[in-house]
């Protein structure tokens, strides 16, 4: 009997026209890690008396779909994951390379079917209405650069052949940490030991009355994009905005020799006032938590530009 294994597991997806209805193609394969993107549905005990000690059957409750997936930070299949961030992209260019701008702020996102796979059940998982509501990424010296992305759906269809039929390869072009920088004001920031960086959608689950227990939706709320950097103590710069309490601007940046990049720019970050310990004789190091806020002139919070060989999202 064959045994599920990851190694083996596929993930493809599209983007819905009607929220909660997989479209009949237009699949893509995407890249990913590891997901926990999955239904689940809790028994509840039953509370009637009368029947003698041993408790009578449980009752199902209302499905929950939901979950995480681990994604790799490249120039092309992010570009799925960005628009189900801030919604459809502005694109610009006649032929490659096209320049696809993301804003945050829209009041619609898209929903999307994805598909996993695990072909030696078999056993194939469409999960319909799927809509973003948390990414978040790490900057680091080292180490393979991922993103999270985790996801509200509506519901889960299981069957034993596949309903994305063959899924559009893409070239994968990965960023790593290598390619990375990141700057302040347009001037490159020093000294950072590390930065995280985290949007969500803050999705508000419309859990309405249904004979399927599924939900009926998932709308954006008021959106918020925080994160941490990690300095070392070497100058005042961070700690006297702290202080003041003025925005600025940060940009993290990942460009490939080929000519490829990915370059978010949050446009009005605050940062809190930290506590500066001297832990031991090695260095001082300062963490700031910081959160970002809609910037008066631009009227958005953060741009994501992607450039790639892509026509098109």
């Known amino acids: 009997m064959a045994r599920a294994q990851g190694a083996r597991a596929q993930m493809a997806l599209a983007y819905e026209t009607v929220y909660g209805t997989p479209p009949v193609g237009g699949f893509t394969k995407m890249p990913f890690a590891s997901t926990s993107l999955g239904s689940e549905q809790p028994l509840l005990n039953s509370e009637l008396l009368g029947y003698g000690r041993d408790p009578l059957a449980p009752i199902k409750d209302a499905v929950t779909a939901d979950g995480d997936v681990v994604v790799p930070l490249d120039a092309e299949a992010f570009g799925f994951w960005l628009k189900a961030a801030f919604g459809a992209p502005t694109t610009t260019g006649a032929e490659a390379p096209y320049t696809h701008t993301f804003q945050s702020g829209a009041w619609t996102l898209p929903s999307m079917s994805i598909e996993t796979s695990m072909p030696e059940v078999p056993r194939f998982a469409m999960y319909s209405g ?13 180490g393979l650069l991922t993103a999270t992305a985790r996801l509200v759906a509506q519901g889960e269809t299981l069957a034993t052949a596949t309903s994305a039929g063959t899924p559009a390869d893409i070239d994968l072009k990965r960023f790593g940490h290598f390619n990375g920088a990141i700057s302040r004001n347009g001037t490159a920031l020093g000294n ?122």
Do not use: K
């Not at 799927?130 to 080292?142: A, E, G, K, N, T």
């Not at 419309?206 to 004979?211: A, Q």
């Open 192 to 313: 950072v030991v590390s930065a995280e960086i985290t949007y969500a959608n803050n999705l508000d689950r419309i859990e309405t009355i249904r004979n399927d227990g599924n939900i009926d939706g998932a709308d954006p709320s008021i959106a918020a994009l925080t994160g941490r950097i990690e300095v070392r103590f070497a100058d005042s710069t961070l700690v006297n905005q702290a202080f003041n309490g003025d925005p600025c601007e940060i940009t993290s940046a990942y460009v490939l020799p080929s000519g490829e990049s990915f370059t978010f720019t949050i446009h009005a970050v605050y940062l809190p006032r930290p506590r500066i310990e001297i832990s031991g004789p090695q260095g001082v190091q300062a963490t700031f938590e910081w959160q970002a806020a809609r910037d008066a002139v631009l009227g958005r919070m953060c741009t994501a530009t992607l450039i790639n060989d892509i026509e098109e999202y």
């Open 130 to 142: 799927c809509v973003l509501d948390q990414i978040s990424w790490q900057m680091q010296r080292s």
